[in-house]
Structure formats: structure tokens, C-alpha cells
């Protein structure tokens, strides 16, 4: 006869453990947090640990290890808040035997990775240092026993079954790439495979159950190519002889979302690519074997005889699972809707599926449910503030496979009340759409693509003027500024480009074609007898000959961007005869009278152009003006100073001195002629 299967729940006020199908009942006196036996009911020990945030079994149920939060002594040292502790059956460890009990004790100040690691026999166990991994006899945690020493690592993981080995993970560093290299158990002098590679953040080391193959699944935090929000992912396949090691080539764009082992240790499967999802089952040569459907799917899990494998989507997905059977060609069994589920585990007789909704995730809605493989909800419960759930563990052997789709049990009385209370909608509901559109074929563009709508096409492509799945029309690339292009590539103007405009620039170019319009402006209204629009005309500078052609013409255009505009500033006398000899000129020439059929005509005649000569009172004079207005200058500053220091402010040194050149200053004006 089978053991019977038990889960363990742990709310805000109590801890549990329930009796599975088909009792469905709980155990009495888990009032406190103890260790018991859970078959019996009965309590193993009590441990004298306070404050405590995370414990876990060892592989066979040995030792029990606790983490407690970091602390200080009086003396302000770190205090041992790792705690191993010895189970033994019958022993209860009071304040006077809390030294016989634990096994060992160290100083962990970090909770990720906080765990001992230990191997399946319970022989050794390790925990990782600064660049190395110590080894110990689980019988003698005070005495290292042996050490794996490498550069960087940062995580490690001992592989399962009767081959010790462990795998350690080095992130990238100085350039270098990161590396994941794979040691036997003590033989440390070389790894026996290893795998360099490039975008590797961190990584998720996936053993087999016989411990002949591992899964890397390596992660960026950031994706550099901007696809991804959450980073960038690749998976790697490596064999524990070295025989074999290959990235993993996967057919759909977008992020790996999950990847787990087959019990069998032949076979795993990938849920990866933007949604729909798709699903593969690879074998240990990392070809594809099968692919599912595509779907809103990102998490896959085989039963523990590996017959069954249930592919679901949960989180912000609408919580569906499929379950498949291996044994009949992957033949679908059933769709299970379990909405808000935040966990979900098979149970270790492979017949069953928990799911869970838990806190902090949801706080609403929190309980156990319970299906059948056949699909069938079994048992249900409500609880308040359900922190974790989980089977209880037990090996494969314990549970010899059944057939379990021929025989489905009686649910529970709970279950029935549960499905009592679901409202099943009078017609699926689908997505909303307009009134216009109602009552016809939906387009493939909104379609999802396991719906026969197109794939998905990342925003990447946006730049690049393409239309995303069949949305709108492509756009054309433009540059801003840049004339328009024709159809065939040819742009809009139709004006032939002549001889040397070539090694123009573009700007150039279109400076040189304004210059050439203002010149015909010109000259048509010199020959319809309108004066120019600029009133003063300046000698033209010449030309610098270390300037190139390109920037002479620049600085023409910057010129006639002033058009019509008369500088403010007062001209010097040589600028006003070169202006006065300009306008006599212009006068002095008339623009030539228009030709019809070859015979000029007469042209009344028009008024000369006002003098715009402009004057600067005081831009002149002599040079003993200008010594004069200096020298008064100089007074005023000086009578400044006076008033500042009469109203008490300090002076500085050069100050002072100026106000002592006072006399002089008066004297030389004096000898100039001014009289005040």
C-alpha cells in the first residue's frame, strides 16, 4: 500500500499538515512551531532558536539548518546566526543541551544562497566564501575538511544521484567572459567540462536526477539590443564527463521563461519565445524531440514518473494548465483553469496537482486547491494570509505509478461547495469591439499568432519605418531638413545639377540656389525700374584666399539673410564716402530700358533715392575732443569715489590713487583749453 501524501500550509496564525486524498484531513497539535514526525503526529524535538526567518531539512532529514537575522554581541561582533541543527527522534533540546544539539554554526550575513548545500548520502555538505567552496563531514562542521578555491564564484550547486560533483558559476569580470565550470568530488586539480560565454549576469544551474547533465540558464539584467525589458537569456547544455557541452537553439525570439528536467534525466523541456509562448522537449543532445501548440503559457512541470508533464500560464497570464501524457504520443488530457495561482506542484504519487494562492502576491482569495490529472478539482480550501504550501516530501520509490486515468476518485465535500459558488459564463466572452465592427471576421492583425494572427515583431523594427504586425503602413524613412524622395528613390526636384555642384554639401547647395534666386529677384526689379531693397551698399571685402569657396559663399549667404535691414551702428567717415560714391554710381546708371521685339523703350523717369547717410553726434571730431571727453571722464569717476568713501565705505589701494590724480587731471584740462 501507498503512503499516503501530506502538504504543509503556513498562514499569518497557524501552521498545518493535512492528510491528502483521500482523507483530506489535518493533524492535530501544530499549535506551536516544533519539529514532528509527520506520519505519527507526534513531537521529535523543540529547538531553542528565536527570530527565526529560514530553515530547511537536509536531503534525508538528518539535520535541520536555520538562518536568523544578523545581529551583534555586547562586544559588537557578528553573531553565529546559522544554525545546523541535529534531528534525532525521541530528543528534546532545552537551554541546558542547545550545545549537544547543534551540529555547527557560522556567520551567514546575506539570505540569498543562505542554505547549506549538502550531497544526496548526507556525506558532505558545502557552502560558498569568498573565492572558494568549503567542504564538510556533516558529522564535524567545526574542521574544514576540503576546499575548491576559484577566482570570483559566486554560486555553486552539487548535483544529485550517487556521482558527487559540483557545478560553480563565475560572472563576467574585467572583460573577461563569465564561466561555469564543472569539479568531481574531491578530485579539485581541473574541472572535468567547463563552458565560457558572454551576457551572464547570473545563472540558474539545473542538475538531472542522475547527475550526468546540466542546464545553465544564463541572464543579462540588462538587454543591450532593446528588446527586452527584463534582460536578455540563453541556455546552455553540459554533460559531467566533458563529452558534450552546446548553447541551445531555440527557433522563436523572446526571453526563456522556464526549463526543467524530465525524472527520466533523457529529456527536458523550454517554454521560451514572446506570447504566444512555444514549448519543446529536447533530449540530452539538445535536438528538439516535440513542440507543443503555441500559447499563453511560462511554466512547465513533469510529474515525478515522468509520465505526465502539465505546461501552464501563470502570474499575469490567466492561470490555464494543460496536461499532456508522454506514454500516448503527447496526447492532451485536459485544461485546468486555475486563475490567481501562485503556486502549483505535483504531488509525489504523480495523480494529483496542488495550486495555491498566496501573500503578498494576493491577499484576496487565499487558499488550497487540489485537481485530479483528469482534471477534476478534488479538494479545496480558504485560507486567511496563506504565506506557503508545499508536498511533503517523498521519494518516487515510496509511490510505485498507477494508472491513474482509469480510476478517478470521489472529490471532497469541499470541492463540490467550491464549484457551487463558480459562476460559469452563459457564452465565452471575448475581446470588446466596436460597434462598426461587430459582426465580422476579425482581422489577423488582432489575432494572436497560436490563433493564425501574425507573429510578433519586436519594437526594434520601428526605427527601421516597417509596419508591426500588420498595423497601419510602413513608414518611409526621412530626414529632417533633407528634400523628399520620389518612389524610385530619386528626389522631388526636378532641376539638373550642374557642372562642380556635386562636391557641394547639401547645405551648400541649397545656400547657392537662395543666392541665385535673390540675384534674379535683382535684376528683374532693376529692369522693371525698382530700386534695390538694400539702401546702403557696402564695398564687397575681399576674400581671404586661405577660406575655401565653400565657406566664402557661407558667409555671402549670412550677408543677405539682412536683407532689408539698415545696421544701426554709426558708419566711420571712409565707410560714409564709399557709400556716398556707391549711390552716385547706382544714379549714374541707369538699369537698361526693356526690349520689345528688339527696340527699346522709354522709361519714365524716377525720383533719386533719399540720403540715408547716417550721422553719430559725438562719432567724430579731433583728437583734442577726444583727449577732453577722456579726461572728463575720469572727473566723474573721481567724484564717485568721493561720494562712496563720504558715506563710510572702505576704498581699496588703487582706488585711493586715482582720487590723488585728481589735480593733474584738472591741470592737463586746463591746458587743452576746456573751461568748465
Not at 273 to 281: E, L, S
Not at 295 to 319: D, E, K, M, Q, W
Not at 632 to 642: G, S, T
Request: glycine share 8%; with cysteine; net charge neutral.
Amino acid at each position: 500500500m501507498a503512503v499516503p501524501t501530506q502538504y504543509a500550509y503556513r498562514t499569518s496564525k497557524a501552521i498545518g499538515v493535512v492528510d491528502a486524498a483521500p482523507i483530506y484531513q489535518s493533524l492535530p497539535g501544530l499549535e506551536r512551531v516544533i519539529v514532528i514526525n509527520a506520519s505519527a503526529g507526534h513531537v521529535v524535538t523543540t529547538l531553542p532558536a528565536q527570530n527565526v526567518f529560514e530553515l530547511g531539512f537536509s536531503p534525508l532529514g538528518s539535520f535541520l539548518i536555520t538562518w536568523q537575522r544578523p545581529s551583534k554581541d555586547e562586544n559588537g561582533d557578528a553573531v553565529k546566526n546559522l544554525k545546523v541543527w541535529s534531528v534525532l527522534e525521541g530528543q528534546s533540546a532545552g537551554p541546558e543541551e542547545d550545545e549537544h544539539s547543534i551540529v555547527g554554526q557560522f556567520v551567514q550575513k546575506s539570505q540569498t544562497g543562505w542554505n547549506l548545500q549538502y550531497t544526496y548520502d548526507e556525506h558532505y555538505c558545502a557552502r560558498v566564501v569568498t573565492n572558494e567552496v568549503q567542504f564538510y563531514n556533516s558529522e564535524d562542521l567545526s574542521t574544514v575538511w576540503n576546499k575548491l578555491h576559484v577566482d570570483g564564484v559566486s554560486d555553486f550547486v552539487i548535483s544529485p544521484g550517487e556521482h558527487h560533483a559540483i557545478a560553480v558559476f563565475v560572472p563576467e569580470r574585467k572583460g573577461q567572459p563569465a564561466a561555469v565550470k564543472v569539479y568531481n568530488v574531491p578530485e579539485f586539480a581541473g574541472p572535468v567540462s567547463q563552458k565560457n560565454f558572454f551576457k551572464g549576469d547570473k545563472v540558474q544551474l539545473k542538475w538531472n536526477s542522475e547527475g550526468t547533465g546540466l542546464i545553465v540558464l544564463a541572464q543579462t539584467e540588462v538587454d543591450k539590443s532593446g528588446k527586452s525589458y527584463y534582460g536578455e537569456t540563453t541556455l546552455y547544455l553540459l554533460s559531467v564527463n566533458g563529452e558534450f557541452d552546446s548553447r541551445i537553439d531555440l527557433d522563436k525570439d523572446g526571453p526563456i521563461h522556464d526549463v526543467t528536467w524530465s525524472p527520466n534525466s533523457k529529456e527536458f523541456g523550454v517554454v521560451y519565445g514572446y506570447m504566444p509562448a512555444k514549448t519543446t522537449i529536447f533530449n540530452t543532445r539538445a535536438k528538439a524531440t516535440h513542440s507543443f501548440s503555441l500559447g499563453p503559457r511560462n511554466t512547465i512541470n513533469f510529474s515525478p514518473h515522468g509520465r505526465f508533464v502539465l505546461v501552464a500560464g501563470f502570474g499575469n497570464l490567466a492561470g490555464q494548465m494543460d496536461i499532456y501524457d508522454l506514454e500516448k504520443n503527447y496526447l492532451k488530457i485536459c485544461t485546468i483553469e486555475a486563475s490567481n495561482a501562485s503556486v502549483c506542484e505535483w504531488s509525489p504519487d504523480g495523480t494529483h496537482i496542488l495550486t495555491a494562492t498566496t501573500s503578498p502576491r494576493l491577499r484576496v482569495d487565499n487558499g488550497v486547491r487540489i485537481w485530479h490529472v483528469s482534471g477534476g478539482l478534488m479538494y479545496s480550501e480558504d485560507l486567511q494570509e496563506l504565506y506557503h504550501v508545499t508536498w511533503r516530501p517523498q521519494s518516487a520509490t515510496m509511490q510505485p505509478p498507477e494508472n491513474a486515468l482509469q480510476l478517478v476518485p470521489t472529490p471532497h465535500a469541499s470541492a463540490l461547495a467550491y464549484l457551487g459558488t463558480v459562476k460559469t459564463p452563459s457564452k465565452p466572452a471575448g475581446a470588446y469591439r466596436p460597434p462598426g465592427a461587430r459582426g465580422q471576421v476579425t482581422p489577423l492583425a488582432f489575432k494572436r499568432e497560436d490563433e493564425g494572427g501574425a507573429a510578433y515583431v519586436s519594437n526594434s523594427s520601428l526605427s527601421l519605418g516597417l509596419g508591426v504586425n500588420g498595423f497601419g503602413k510602413p513608414r518611409k524613412r526621412e530626414v529632417p531638413g533633407a528634400e523628399l524622395a520620389s518612389e524610385d528613390g530619386n528626389n522631388t526636384t526636378t532641376a539638373a545639377v550642374a557642372d562642380g555642384d556635386e562636391q557641394l554639401s547639401k547645405a551648400a547647395l541649397k545656400n547657392k540656389k537662395k543666392r541665385e534666386a535673390k540675384k534674379a529677384k535683382d535684376a528683374t526689379e532693376r529692369a522693371a525700374g525698382v530700386a534695390p531693397t538694400l539702401d546702403v551698399v557696402l564695398p564687397a571685402a575681399t576674400p581671404s584666399p586661405s577660406r575655401s569657396p565653400e565657406r566664402r559663399d557661407r558667409r555671402g549667404h549670412e550677408r543677405n539673410r539682412s536683407r532689408g535691414h539698415v545696421d544701426p551702428r554709426p558708419l566711420s567717415k571712409q565707410g560714409q564716402r564709399d557709400a556716398r560714391r556707391s549711390r552716385e554710381q547706382h544714379s549714374s546708371k541707369p538699369p537698361p530700358a526693356p526690349k520689345t521685339n528688339g527696340v527699346p523703350q522709354q522709361q519714365p523717369a524716377s525720383e533719386p533715392p533719399p540720403d540715408l547717410t547716417v550721422t553719430s553726434p559725438g562719432g567724430g571730431g579731433t583728437p583734442q575732443d577726444k583727449k577732453i571727453r577722456a579726461l572728463l571722464k575720469k572727473l566723474r569717476a573721481i567724484d564717485e569715489l568721493k561720494m562712496r568713501r563720504a558715506s563710510g565705505e572702505k576704498l581699496e589701494g588703487t582706488q585711493i590713487k586715482k582720487m590723488d590724480t585728481e589735480d593733474e587731471v584738472r591741470k592737463e584740462l586746463d591746458g587743452l583749453g576746456w573751461i568748465e
